[in-house]
Every structure is written in structure tokens, then in C-alpha cells.
């Protein structure tokens, strides 16, 4: 999507884009938590077996579709659960309705609501909510990465073998058996691996300095749009193992010097080339 808007300042407009997003996404968030007594445990699947979707994760997309759409009718939105919007703003949105689905169907607290903004093609606003601990991870282009309104920053760590490295696996089994050979591979040389299972949260947890690193092959733009944008803010590299910026293909995001040892150890292993 390219368009002309040369009086546009992407500073102003992500700061508005984000206030308007984190409303919703808290709102949002309550939305998922009044629902969760209709949890069907055996619910519908998406890409594979195991790829859980549930009517809270409709409903909040359509919440927050309704919502951006009735704030700025002319704006592009791009959700997980089928939204698709084309405007003329040149802002596109990308919503992940529940960023962790697994973990909200089982009831495991690291699930979130994710907002991203793009203006032009360039990310501009990100905000993430996780309703369970009431915490909002909140950044606009140029103005820094927040929690709950408190400025956070990403670890300096400038080591492998005491960095603590969150990944994530896809649903399809071939996919998971590669990512499996990497992840025996990688073990022996960091501290630990964490899986949390929402791939916002895990880039909200390298923003906030609770892991070192995140990487993860195969996520979708709407797993990724804020918490990239969190990340970046925070002071950390977020890209993909080739000099390009983080795809479906691959997202590795650290502080600049874990980032890039890391790249060339995952590099090394082919990480960003499995099925
Ligand atoms: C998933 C989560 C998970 C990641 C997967 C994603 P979903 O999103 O972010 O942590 O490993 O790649 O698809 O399906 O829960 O929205
Ligand atoms: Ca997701």
C-alpha cells in the first residue's frame, strides 16, 4: 500500500493511533475475560488440528473492527480471524483478537490483544494487552515503549551462554520438526529456552527486559505488528536472519548485541530455511 500524504507526521499520528488502540484493546480484553465460561475446550480449528479458534477470538476482532472503523472509516484493517478492510488513509491496522489462544482456551495467562499501526508501510503504533495481570505494553514511532504508562527498556546482555531465549513453534507438524532440530541444537549454548505461547507477549517480555531475546519461524503480520514495534522502541533489533525487516519468514529481536550473535548461531543452523 503506498499513498501521498505529504503534511502527515507519522510522530503525531502514531501517538494518536496508539491512544485510540489501547483503549481498545483493554475494552477488548474485558470483552475475552466475560466470555471465558463459554470456552468449548473441543472447539473449531483452523490451519491444522491443532490450531484453536473460539468465539471470543470473532468477537473481539469484530469489536475492535466496529470500533476502529466508526473512529476512522477510511482507514485498511487486517485481522486474523478474517478482517479485511481496504481504505485510503494509507493507516492500515493489524489485530490479533487473542494472541495466544491456547493459552485462553486452557485457561494459562499469557494471552493477549494485539494492535498494531501502520501508516505508508511503516509501523507507527503497537500497544498489547495481556487482561489477566491488567498490563498494557504501549509504543508509537519515535516516542518509546511503555508498561502500564512506565517507560521500559531491552537488556544490553552481549553474551550467548547466559541469555535467556523465548521461541515459539507453528502449527503445522513439518514445521515443528525443524524447529525442533534448532531448538536441540541452540540449548547447550544460552541459559534457558522459555515458550510462553503469544508471540506479542514474547516481544513485549524482550521490550521489558524479562527475556533477552525471542525468535520464531512462520508468524503472521498481526502476531507481530505491535510487539515488533514494542521491541524496537525498547531499544532492541527486531529483523528478520537476512538484513530485512521481521516477516512471516522469520523474527529474531534482541538488544543489538545479543541480536546479532544470535543471528549468525540461528543463521548457522538454517533456522529461516525450514519447511
Ligand atoms: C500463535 C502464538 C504462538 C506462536 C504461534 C502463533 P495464535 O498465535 O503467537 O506463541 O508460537 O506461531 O500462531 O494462534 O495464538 O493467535
Ligand atoms: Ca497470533
Known amino acids: 500500500m503506498s499513498s501521498n ?23 477488548a480484553g474485558e470483552l475475552i475475560e466475560s466470555m471465558r465460561s463459554e470456552v468449548d475446550m473441543a472447539g473449531d480449528t483452523k490451519s491444522s488440528a491443532t490450531d484453536v479458534v473460539t468465539a471470543a ?24 480471524e478474517g478482517g479485511d478492510v481496504h481504505g485510503t488513509s494509507g493507516v492500515r491496522w493489524l489485530i490479533d483478537p487473542i494472541d495466544g489462544t491456547t493459552n485462553y482456551v486452557y485457561d494459562i495467562p499469557a494471552y493477549s490483544v494485539s494492535i498494531g499501526a501502520e501508516f505508508d508501510d511503516e509501523m507507527i503504533a503497537g500497544v498489547v494487552y495481556e ?14 515503549a511503555f508498561r502500564n504508562g512506565e517507560p521500559i527498556t531491552c537488556n544490553a546482555k552481549a553474551e550467548l551462554a547466559t541469555a535467556l531465549v523465548a521461541t515459539g513453534f507453528g502449527y503445522s507438524p513439518e514445521r515443528r520438526a525443524g524447529q525442533a532440530e534448532v531448538l536441540v541444537s541452540l540449548l547447550p549454548d544460552v ?3 522459555r515458550r510462553f505461547g ?13 527475556v533477552d531475546a525471542y525468535y520464531e519461524k512462520g508468524l503472521n503480520p498481526w502476531d507481530l ?3 515488533w ?5 525498547a531499544g532492541a533489533i527486531a529483523a528478520d536472519l537476512r538484513d530485512g525487516p521481521p516477516s512471516p519468514e522469520f523474527v529474531l529481536a534482541g538488544g543489538p548485541a545479543l541480536f546479532e ?9 538454517e533456522a529461516d530455511r525450514l519447511p
Open 131 to 144: 487482561p489477566k495481570s491488567n498490563t498494557c505494553y504501549e509504543a508509537s514511532i519515535g516516542s518509546g
Open 229 to 233: 514495534l514494542i521491541a524496537t522502541e
Open 261 to 269: 550473535l544470535l543471528r549468525d548461531r540461528l543463521v548457522a543452523l
Open 198 to 210: 503469544s508471540a506479542a507477549l514474547d516481544l513485549c517480555a524482550v521490550a521489558d527486559g524479562r
Open 5 to 27: 500524504h505529504p503534511r502527515t507526521d507519522p510522530r503525531s499520528l502514531g501517538l494518536e493511533l496508539r491512544e485510540l488502540a489501547s483503549g481498545l484493546a483493554v475494552e
Open 57 to 80: 477470538d470473532k468477537a473481539s476482532e469484530a469489536f475492535i473492527m466496529e470500533r476502529l472503523l466508526a473512529a476512522r472509516p477510511d482507514d485498511s484493517i487486517l485481522g486474523e
Open 225 to 227: 505488528a505491535a510487539g
Open 191 to 193: 541459559r534457558d529456552i
